[in-house]
């Protein structure tokens, strides 16, 4: 047994400092990124924040508003390969899979028939051999896709999928969704911040890419991220609830919500796998989220916000936001009296 005795950081531990600016306007930043991947050598340009996942965000309506804002939409994996259709911008989306029996073949089908940019391999705990040696099955069937994966939390598992796995980019935070319960579960996670900081120096130092994924309270939290050396930001809760999500509209005494939950939930687990199996539990919860209409004006609002955390600490653009930033600790974030 070991205790590491340095404090780790979530986001709400911390504020940005501001600084001296010469941006006299949000119209002056520039929020697009473009990266060369390592393994796949593919080059993307866009915003780089990602709808998660999740069978309620990561949908094909979804895609259909973000790719407008060059923003990434990563399906979820229960999609059949007939629900595919053939107009995708391969630019703006990535298919899921995991690492369980019949993944290998229907991902292939899928693949086959879209040929896409990006790949995402997905499982809970990205620590395991099994997870090791999928990412290494998928990048020598497939050199030429950007492969993600994830989840991990920790720099030594950053440079063991990156050096020995081939992985181009890998999906950061264990435990920190909003809907996830995994610490209650099993006490296992990371403070994200920490992780992304630590993380980020680890794949930028052999040439790989971070997203930092969960953990994002507020669009506030997202510029956090990309302060903290995120490459990429994803998401769900930031997209539930809105017309895009799949799921019917849920009336209760005049309030219209929409069904948000945990791919480890109860709820997912009965969807798509019949149940949960008997050697696990759950680790995930079911929430109403109050319905939020078209995803667009939050799109605007977290971009708004990306662009004015820049203007307060004097980056021009998006890549200059970890060379800005200076992360104050704090004990308390925001008055809390009106809510």
Known sequence: MKIEEDTK????????????????????????????FKYSKKSWSGIPIITSNMDTVGTFEMYNSLKDFKIITCFHK?????????????????????????DWSHTSAVIDKLNPKFLCVDVANGYSRDFVNSIRKYREAYPDITLIGGNVCTREM???????????????????????????QTGVGYPQLSAVMECADAAHGVGTHIISDGGVNCVGDVAKAFCGGADFVM????????????????VDNGVKY??????????????????????RSSEG?????????????????????????CTYIGAKQLKDMSKCATFIKVGRQVNTLFQ
């Open 9 to 36: 950081l979530d986001f709400v531990d911390v504020l940005l400092r501001p600084k001296r600016s010469e941006l006299s306007s949000r119209l002056d930043v520039d929020l697009t990124r473009e990266y060369t």
């Open 78 to 102: 229960f999609y059949d390969v007939s629900d595919y259709p053939n107009t995708l911008d391969s630019n703006y989306y990535a298919i899921s899979t995991g690492i369980r029996d019949g």
């Open 158 to 184: 950053i440079e063991e999928l990156s050096l020995n796995g081939g992985l181009d980019i890998c999906k950061v935070g264990i435990g920190n969704g909003s809907v996830c319960t995994t610490r209650i």
């Open 235 to 250: 998401s769900g809760s930031l997209f539930a609830g809105h017309t895009e999500c799949a799921g019917d509209i849920i």
């Open 258 to 279: 929409k069904s948000y939950y945990g791919m480890s939930s109860e709820t997912a687990q009965k969807k798509h796998h019949g149940g949960l199996a008997h050697y």
């Open 285 to 309: 919860k079911e929430v109403r989220v109050a319905y939020k209409g078209d995803v667009a004006p939050t799109i605007q609002s977290i971009l708004g916000g990306v662009r004015s955390t």
